[in-house]
Nanobody, 120 residues
Framework: QVQLVESGGGSVQPGGSLRLSCAAS????????MNWYHQVSGQQRELVAT???????IYADSVQGRFTILRDNAKNTVYLQMTSLKPEDTAVYYC??????????????WGQGTLVTVSS
């Protein structure tokens, strides 16, 4: 199976920065799209950023210009660089990826979630 392990969450003041990371491991043949979602307490999980295998990126309007999604294909790792953080960014952040495992079967995997808290 494929596993995703997240790290980098924590508490930061408004205007601060954090970098989240998510490393994929297991029987991976090919990773396609990698994504970050967040879930605000009491709200639905929402897509924050996407990066394709070809490097195309898409961002939610709420984070456009402040967040950057990056991937290191050699390490099967995706990052979310978060700057100019706002209190409304407070949420649990989940990474997600899809692709093919070593048996050429499609997979869709989720990280365990990491909490980001933005407050003064």
């Amino acid at each position: 199976q494929v596993q995703l392990v997240e790290s980098g969450g924590g508490s930061v003041q408004p205007g601060g920065s954090l970098r989240l990371s998510c490393a994929a491991s297991g029987s991976i043949f090919r990773i396609y799209t990698m994504n970050w979602y967040h879930q605000v307490s009491g709200q639905q999980r929402e897509l924050v950023a996407t990066i394709t295998n070809g490097g195309e990126t898409i961002y939610a309007d709420s984070v456009q210009g402040r967040f950057t999604i990056l991937r290191d294909n050699a390490k099967n790792t995706v990052y979310l660089q978060m700057t100019s953080l706002k209190p409304e960014d407070t949420a649990v952040y989940y990474c997600n990826t899809n692709g093919l495992n070593s048996r050429y079967e499609s997979f869709n995997a989720w990280g365990q979630g990491t909490l980001v808290t933005v407050s003064s």
